[in-house]
């Protein structure tokens, strides 16, 4: 069974957004499936990553914590949730 | 695969618009706790629901961080103690002591709220049943999280005029023993007519007789979401406007079904139902009144919110029930007075009275709800508010209920403050001639004719 999950990252957009949330994943052994990228009003950024985490070294909360605390480092919010919550919502 | 953009409107509606599951609630059955000595019952009752509960405020906590949805309020409603009481309780200090042990049990497994404290007399009232409602003043006075409610009418049954009489002294009398608070007490008591059995949402949960040893119950809300909604669709026809609420609500009992099926797997206890209520909160933009100013009036109270209020309700029903497999409690929308905002700002504009409220309560979901009135009304006009409202119910085979809070030693004009969820609300006037003589008659009125189905 697929363990997905779905990474948002919003804010201004800086140099190496995508490149410090993918190490920290592949450090964890969380797999990138898709991403998907826009960047809305000349400089925000919004990126969209789906993972899979059946493989990972960690537990869900820490996570979510740590991606956290590394938006925080580099002024962009980053937010962990199941993909089920969307499909729910958005799939009959 | 979720696309971007619906991953943006979900977080949208939780981050701007305060969608959120308002309350997970087990119902827990205490009939295996009836005893006919008091301390070993208050025992039982203090075991099994920290026992069946323990888990319940963690297990919130950790659906909450996975799907990044908040839930609010973690709660817990119980057998009506009338029942479980009966058997060992020879007084109304008895019960109290009772409703003591619930208000121990509920701090020590950490939720806001825990309900029933309750009586259904729709009919006609046991020595318990009586000495439980004569003991509700002292009972909310010395509790913090108890929630009180009576069900005192039904489309079977008729209405029990003993009983709202005695519902109209016992509301004076909590609003006497707390006035210290602003009569906060009568915040936490309500009376109902067609009581559902699976109510998530205080003060009138309770768990029914007719529910399993324990049940996941959740209400889900998101009044901010469906108000945003309608702001793309102005000016549109009916049509638009009623598929509109009909899509967001569906969206939100979504979330509703999602977090009840977890929580539902993760405590082991079955999923009951979920409630799709739009409940409203005091922050801005979370206000059933706003949608019905959306909808296209100046105020709530305007010439027209009545029938705005029944297609509002309606189509939050007929949105929601295909979300959830199991759809029930109170299920609508909630108009609530202290609570909301906008209903706040339409009382303090002479928009909204007590008389259009009632007519708006023909529509809604429940019933006049957090409606503070002078402290000085009579427990006889207390009781005619509340005869009018389960006529209102018993007539239409539909669930209403009154939450007045007479506030001691303040008027018309005035305002008071509940804090929280509770909100602060203007004193609205009631109509000050008298309705003694009819309260005071004694008996029942009889069930309405079409309630003769067999």
Do not use: W
């Amino acid at each position: 069974m697929k363990n997905k999950t779905i990474i948002t990252v919003v804010g201004k957009d800086t140099v190496g957004i995508i490149a410090k949330v993918c190490t920290y994943l592949a450090e964890k052994k969380i797999n990138i499936l898709d991403i998907s990228q826009t960047i809305v009003a000349g400089n925000y950024f919004n990126m969209m990553m789906v993972v899979d985490r059946n493989e990972a070294t960690n537990h869900f909360g820490e996570m979510s914590d740590d991606l956290e605390e590394l938006g925080k480092s580099i002024g962009v919010v980053i937010k962990c949730q199941r993909e089920e919550i969307f499909d729910m919502m958005h799939r009959v | 695969m979720i696309s971007q953009y619906e991953v943006i409107e979900t977080n949208e509606m939780v981050e701007k618009e305060n969608l959120d599951v308002r309350t997970i609630t087990v119902g827990i059955s205490l009939m295996d706790c009836i005893d006919a000595d008091l301390e070993s019952c208050r025992k039982k009752i203090y075991d099994k629901i920290s026992r069946t509960t323990e888990k319940l405020v963690e297990t919130g906590a950790y659906i909450e961080k996975e799907y990044g949805i908040p839930i609010v309020n973690k709660r817990i409603s119980v057998t009506p103690i009338a029942l479980v009481g009966g058997a060992c309780c020879k007084t109304s200090d008895d019960f109290v002591k009772i409703a003591q042990t619930l208000d121990e049990v509920a701090k020590k497994v950490g939720v806001n709220f825990l309900g029933g404290y309750s009586a259904l007399v729709s009919k006609g009232m046991t020595k318990a049943d009586e000495l439980l409602i004569r003991s509700i003043p002292k009972a909310l006075a010395s509790t913090e999280r108890v929630c009180s409610s009576v069900n005192l009418g039904s489309t079977r049954c008729g209405i029990n005029m003993d009983a709202v009489r005695l519902m109209g002294e016992v509301v004076k009398q909590t609003a006497e023993l707390t006035k210290e608070q602003d009569s906060l007490g009568c915040a936490k008591l309500v009376v109902f007519c067609n009581a559902p059995d699976d109510n998530p949402f205080m003060a009138g949960a309770f768990h029914g007789v007719t529910e399993a040893d324990a049940v996941i119950n959740v209400g889900v809300s998101g009044p901010g979401v469906v108000r945003t909604a309608l702001e793309k669709v102005r000016g549109e026809n009916f049509e638009v406007l009623c598929e509109t609420i009909k899509k967001t609500a569906f969206k939100v009992t979504r979330v509703g079904q999602l977090v009840a099926k977890e929580a539902s797997r993760m405590l082991g206890i079955p999923f009951g139902i979920v409630d799709l209520s739009l409940a409203p909160t005091p922050a801005i933009g979370d206000s059933v009144a706003d949608i019905l100013c959306e909808i296209g009036l100046e105020r709530a109270g305007a010439p027209g919110t009545t029938a705005a209020l029944a297609l509002l309700n309606d189509q939050v029903k007929k949105g929601g029930v295909m979300a959830s497999s199991y759809v029930g409690g109170l299920s609508g929308a909630f108009i609530p007075v202290s609570e909301d905002q906008g209903m706040i700002d339409a009382v303090l504009d002479g928009a909204l009275s007590i008389e259009k409220l009632e007519a708006m309560t023909c529509v809604c979901s429940v019933g006049l709800d957090m409606i503070a009135i002078p402290g000085d009304t009579s427990g006889a006009s207390i009781s005619g508010i509340i005869a009018d409202e389960m006529a209102i119910g018993m007539v239409n085979a539909k669930t209403t209920a009154v939450r007045v809070i007479p506030v001691i030693g303040k008027g018309v004009g005035e305002k008071v403050e509940f804090g929280g969820l509770l909100g602060y609300a203007p004193i609205m006037p009631v109509n000050a001639f008298s309705c003694e003589a009819f309260v005071n008659r004694g008996g029942r009125i009889p069930a309405p004719i079409h309630s003769f189905k067999n």
